[in-house]
């Protein structure tokens, strides 16, 4: 395994090999499966205590270490805030769900440890939910992706 990539370069990476017009479904999830190539879902996080668990979750939240976002591995958080950065910057209308929530930027609304995610609103008015935490592998092994549907 190489040396991890950058959030910057996945994203410049993203932009140079986006192909020419695409539509906003076809753009949000070509975002989610080049996102999903490049990291992979953290095992620490995962395997960890939920004090520590807790720690991660908050620091992803209110970015106390911004390295967090140029690590190979991810969780949600880390995730969502990823993808809507790069969706946004290439003209998307992101939001985020919680479980119960949908809010445009407030990350600070969702219990610690809650799942979020990200929620395209497209032109017409609907919704399009791109879960990349977990369709991680379900892209990385070529399987039928469940999390990236109409919410």
């Known amino acids: 395994m190489g040396?991890?990539?950058s959030k910057e370069q996945i994203f410049n990476e993203i932009i140079e090999e986006m192909p020419?017009?695409?539509s906003e479904i076809e753009l949000s999830a070509f975002i989610m499966y080049k996102i999903a190539k490049e990291r992979s879902f953290s095992s620490r996080y995962y395997w960890t205590d939920s004090k520590i668990r807790e720690k991660i979750y908050e620091s992803c939240v209110h970015n106390h270490n911004k390295k967090r976002e140029n690590k190979r591995q991810l969780i949600c958080v880390t995730?969502?805030?990823m993808y809507?950065?790069?969706?946004?910057?290439?003209?998307l209308d992101v939001y985020i769900i919680g479980d119960t929530k949908l809010t445009k930027n407030d990350y600070s609304i969702f219990k610690t440890g809650e799942?979020?995610?990200?929620?395209?609103?497209?032109e017409n008015g609907k919704y399009i939910k791109a879960d990349i935490e977990w369709d991680l592998e379900n892209i990385q092994t070529g399987r039928k992706w469940i999390k990236f549907r109409n919410y």
Do not use: Y
């Open 115 to 122: 799942h979020i995610s990200p929620v395209i609103k497209t």
């Open 84 to 91: 809507k950065e790069l969706a946004e910057r290439l003209g």
């Open 79 to 81: 995730a969502t805030k």
């Open 20 to 22: 020419c017009n695409l």
């Open 3 to 5: 040396k991890t990539k």
